[in-house]
C-alpha cells in the first residue's frame, strides 16, 4: 500500500475546521455588510432635507454640515450641540444645525461635550 500524505481521519478533520473557519468569515463579512448597508440607508436619511425651510437647510451649509467626520475624534454624537435620536432612529439633532444629523458626522462648529 502506498504511503499516503494524510489519514482519512486527517482529512476530514481538516475539511471540518476549513468549514468552520468559512462559516466564521462569512458570518463577519455579513455583519460588516449589514453595519455598511445601515450606515448608507440612515446616511440617506440623515441628508434629507426636504422638510426644512430653506433658511433652516442653509445652516447645513453655514455650519459646513458634513455625514462623515474628516476630523477623528470629532463626530457629532459626541459634541456639546448633538441631540441623541428618539427610540431606535439612526439620525440625532443638533442645536445648531437644522434637521437630522448623522452620529458620524461633522461641522465647523464642533466643541466637545461637557
Known sequence: ????????????????????????L?????????????GSAAGGACSD?????????????????????????QRCDNC???QPPAGDAFCGACTLVKGPINPGGHCTSWLAAA
Not at 26 to 38: G, K, L, V
Open 1 to 24: 500500500m502506498p504511503d499516503r500524505p494524510f489519514s482519512r481521519r486527517t482529512f476530514l478533520l481538516r475539511c471540518a475546521a476549513l468549514g468552520a473557519a468559512g462559516s466564521a
Open 26 to 38: 462569512s458570518a463577519c463579512s455579513n455583519d460588516t455588510e449589514r453595519a455598511a448597508d445601515a
Open 49 to 73: 432635507v426636504s422638510g426644512l425651510t430653506p433658511e433652516e437647510a442653509q445652516t447645513r451649509q453655514t455650519f459646513n454640515y458634513v455625514e462623515e467626520t474628516p476630523i477623528p475624534g
Open 80 to 82: 456639546r450641540f448633538w
